[in-house]
Each structure stands twice: as C-alpha cells, then as structure tokens.
C-alpha cells in the first residue's frame, strides 16, 4: 500500500475534526449565538487591535487570536482566519450591551460585557484592552452604557 494516500487521508482527518472541533466550542462558548444576533451589516471601524485575547463563557479563552474593532457605533471581533470556522465575524451596537468593570482572581481587572437579547452569553475584556476602546470611542462609550467606569478618563471603582 502507497503511504501517501495513508498520509494524506491523516492529515483530512486530523483537519476535519480541528474544525468540528472549532465549530463546537463556537456553540458552546456562545460566539456563534452572538455573531448570529450581531451579523457584521456596516463597514468595520477604523481602530481594530489584533492578536487580542477575550474570554467567553464556560472557560472558553480566546488567547490572542481575536481582532477587536470599536467605533461610535459598537464593538466588532473576529477570530484569526485560520480559526474562523463556526466563529463569524460579530458586531456589537453598544446598546445593545450592559457594561461593567470587574475583577476576578485569575485574569485581574475585566470589563464584563452582558447582552440582553443573548442570554447567558458573557464577554470579558482584559481591562488593558477595555482601556483601548474606551480612548478610541471616547465619552459615548460611557453615554451609552451609563457606566463611567469604563470611560477612558475614570478609573474603575475599586470595589468592583
């Protein structure tokens, strides 16, 4: 038998279940019921920060894969396209997000991001990257999500 075909039949196997594999923890994570509410319709923002990490919810850490984007009118993420699969690309108006900074023993200070229309799907932003977004959208970050923790020039509160 022509080890080639062995091979190559290894190598689409191993493929085919990276993506299954990816299309799963976009399930379970939530990405796919956010980018499934949120579709990408408007051109994306000027700032985008890439190789970004956020976390989602049940333990699902995005390390450095995500492009984050953030304007006046919301929050855009995609994954790496090399990841990409069961993960399209989302953005986010920032009405249609409760914002708050907290802090947690294992990743420090975040800023937790909720969605009304989504339910049970929490994002969570390293507070260095929260502290980007803030500066590049500016006072109407904090306009729209009634929080002024999270604008640029007002420390979070400690307590939380």
Known sequence: MNAIPVILYAVLLGLLWVCVLLWLIGRLTGWHRLA???????SLPQTLWRFQTVYLRF???YSGIVTVGADTRGLY???L?????????????WQEMQLEMKRHWSIGEYLEIRFPRVRNVVLMLPAKLAAKIAA???P???AVSGQTSVAHDAPPSPGL
């Open 136 to 138: 590049a959208v500016g």
């Open 59 to 61: 333990g699902g850490k």
């Open 77 to 79: 993420l995609a994954l």
């Open 140 to 142: 109407h970050l904090a």
């Open 36 to 42: 499934r509410t949120f579709p990408v319709t408007d």
């Open 81 to 93: 396209p090399v990841f990409n699969v069961g993960h399209p690309p989302c953005y986010i108006p």
